[in-house]
């Protein structure tokens, strides 16, 4: 009689744990019915691809305030800054003194300042151009080096915008073979144009440049700055600039009534 409880409580559980495994199978079956079925196909599909999504917003995010977002302010600041200075700069330029000493706005004084506003960023751009090349010519330039060059082609009507723009073939050595060869660019930029005033005291001609390579077999001695790799010239149009040449028909006569051929003789 004292065991009856015991095992009335024992039967209990034991009736608890069978509805918890069935149901925990039930469960399971459930489960995996849904996940095999199309609509738990997709569900899985979507779960995945938000997950995706959100990190990789999240690591986007790290990027622009690790990255990006230092810069970005430094720069916008920077820009508050010149804006402010600007103003001031117009505020002291446009206005006129009337008859009775009060200050009037002047609208030729106005366009004064911005013609004088595109001219000075016309030249800071030039400026930096010059600066951003000088390190690139310094590390690349190859003075008085003797190729063999055959053929040059103007692109300013086909591959350029309005720039006037030469192409120069030939090779480093003969026979020539599509190891050996090189293509230059003859192009009027800032840099050679500011080149060709302090080493000949003119501007920079691409055309009479280029026309200095006659469309023979020329043995030529020339001065040029760039990167020769063919994957660069592939994928960028890195092109290494050629900015003197002299030519001799290879077999022409190269004695001492030779002359160079560069910008200073169409002054």
Known sequence: ???????????????????????????????KTYDQSELGRAHRDLTLLGRFWSQFVRSCGWIY??????????????????????????ARCV??????????????????????????CYLVYGAVTVAATLPWYLATVRHDEQLYLSNSQNLSSSQTEGLEVHEVYGCETLPCTEQNT?????????????WSILHHGSLFYPGYVA???????????????????????????LYPD????????????????????DNKDYR
């Open 1 to 31: 009689m004292t065991e009856k409880p015991h095992d009335d409580a024992n039967a209990l559980l034991d009736g608890i744990d069978k509805t918890l495994s069935d149901f925990k199978t039930k469960a399971y079956e459930a489960k």
């Open 65 to 90: 305030l690790t990255l990006i977002a230092p810069v970005t302010w430094r720069l916008y600041r920077f820009v508050r800054w010149l804006f402010a200075g600007y103003r001031a700069l117009w």
């Open 95 to 120: 206005y006129a003194k009337d008859a009775y000493g009060d200050p009037e706005f002047s609208k030729a004084r106005g366009g004064i300042m911005i013609l004088a506003t595109i001219a000075v």
């Open 182 to 194: 090189v293509t230059f660019r003859v192009r009027s930029t800032w840099f050679n144009e500011l």
């Open 211 to 237: 026309a200095a390579v006659s469309p023979v077999l020329n043995r030529c001695v020339i001065t040029s700055y760039g990167v020769r790799r063919k994957f660069l010239v592939r994928s960028w149009e």
């Open 242 to 261: 050629l900015v003197q040449v002299e030519c001799m028909p290879t077999g022409g006569d190269g004695g001492k009534d030779s002359k160079t051929i």
